[in-house]
T-cell receptor
Framework: SAVISQKPSRDICQRGTSLTIQCQVD?????MFWYRQQPGQSLTLIAT?????????ESGFVIDKFPISRPNLTFSTLTVSNMSPEDSSIYLC??????????FGEGSWLTVV | QKEVEQNSGPLSVPEGAIASLNCTYS??????FFWYRQYSGKSPELIMF????GDKEDGRFTAQLNKASQYVSLLIRDSQPSDSATYLC??????????????FGSGTRLQVQP
């Protein structure tokens, strides 16, 4: 497995502001993913972030709202821009390891007020 | 039709019993199947994954896959109160084996009664 650390673990933000979530992995990984889990819902993929290329966004998610950086093989950031209460969710970083195993970080619990 | 469907539950079983969690998927090209456990307020924890038709056992857990019926299940033997959680079924989407992104079901809440 891998140790996947996310920061912040929780935050309360004002609407209209932006927050950047960091994801640090203890080993080099090619593929990193960002998911969102809205209250009472399951996980929805936001985008796939591979080092050295632009992130690939899923339908319903756009780069202007959720810019992603992937500067190296152990780190990625997701920014939630111009937040509204509808952005209140858990944001989860995920990595794919050898053998097709996929693990999640501890999550970042975001509340927008 | 949702891509991955699960009964939301709650599924209630007595301690020591076998809990059976079911999942169906719509994409026949799906190639790998995952079960995650999520405790309230926590992130999903990988239990096991399966690629091939048949059964795969890991401790008290057995995953069963039937690609013809587009059905995957998770059996938990000797259920314990600590197994009470939401169980998420996830599928690696067709054509995305290189990406390894997952599509999740809505989860089944399991309650194990002492």
């Amino acid at each position: 497995s891998a140790v996947i650390s996310q920061k912040p673990s929780r935050d309360i933000c004002q609407r209209g502001t932006s927050l950047t979530i960091q994801c640090q992995v203890d080993s080099q990984v090619t593929m990193m993913f960002w998911y969102r889990q809205q209250p009472g819902q399951s996980l929805t993929l936001i985008a796939t972030a591979n080092q050295g290329s632009e992130a690939t966004y899923e339908s319903g998610f756009v780069i202007d709202k959720f810019p992603i950086s992937r500067p190296n093989l152990t780190f990625s950031t997701l920014t939630v821009s111009n937040m509204s209460p509808e952005d209140s969710s858990i944001y989860l970083c995920s990595v794919a390891l050898s053998g097709n195993t996929i693990y999640f970080g501890e999550g970042s619990w975001l509340t927008v007020v | 039709q949702k891509e991955v469907e699960q009964n939301s539950g709650p599924l209630s079983v007595p301690e020591g019993a076998i809990a059976s969690l079911n999942c169906t998927y719509s994409d026949r090209g799906s190639q790998s199947f995952f079960w995650y456990r999520q405790y309230s307020g926590k992130s999903p924890e990988l239990i096991m994954f399966i690629y091939s038709n048949g059964d795969k056992e890991d401790g008290r857990f057995t995953a069963q896959l039937n690609k013809a019926s587009q059905y995957v299940s998770l059996l938990i033997r000797d259920s314990q109160p600590s197994d009470s959680a939401t169980y998420l079924c996830a599928v690696n989407r067709e054509g995305d084996t290189g990406r390894r992104a997952l599509t999740f079901g809505s989860g089944t809440r399991l309650q194990v009664q002492p």
